[in-house]
């Protein structure tokens, strides 16, 4: 099984940036899906963007144009890069593994502990 560790997140102004980092261990990125997922305070969890094991990507509407995800095979690290931050981007930023190709939460079996994004107005 993988292990998954997020970092990157903190406070940025409105149009700014931030590239998260999602580090695996135990087993290499690319033999899974590989999602970003965020939640809100008082919201569900909601998809973001996901990588498929071909590196095919995949985002949100309300992200789409704004945010890329890649990965670096030899770091075994996967990447969420923001741009144009707005202030609605406020959330904990999960990446998470999958055996399937999906956006759905449930179908991903390996989460990471979250990194808070907050964008000031």
């Known amino acids: 099984q993988v292990q998954l560790v997020e970092s990157g997140g903190g406070l940025v102004q409105a149009g700014g940036s931030l590239r998260l980092s999602c580090a695996a261990s135990g087993r290499a990125f690319r033999h899974y899906v590989m999602g970003w997922f965020r939640q809100a305070p008082g919201k569900e969890r909601e998809f973001v963007a996901r990588?498929?094991?071909?590196?095919?990507?995949t985002y949100a509407n309300s992200v789409a144009g704004r945010f890329t995800v890649s990965g670096d095979n030899a770091k075994n690290t996967v990447y969420l890069q923001m741009n144009s931050l707005k202030h609605d981007d406020t959330a904990v930023y999960y990446c998470a593994a999958s055996s399937a190709d999906s956006e759905y939460p449930r179908a991903y079996s390996y989460w990471g502990q979250g990194t808070q994004v907050t964008v000031s107005s």
């Open positions: 990588m498929t094991r071909s590196e095919l990507t």
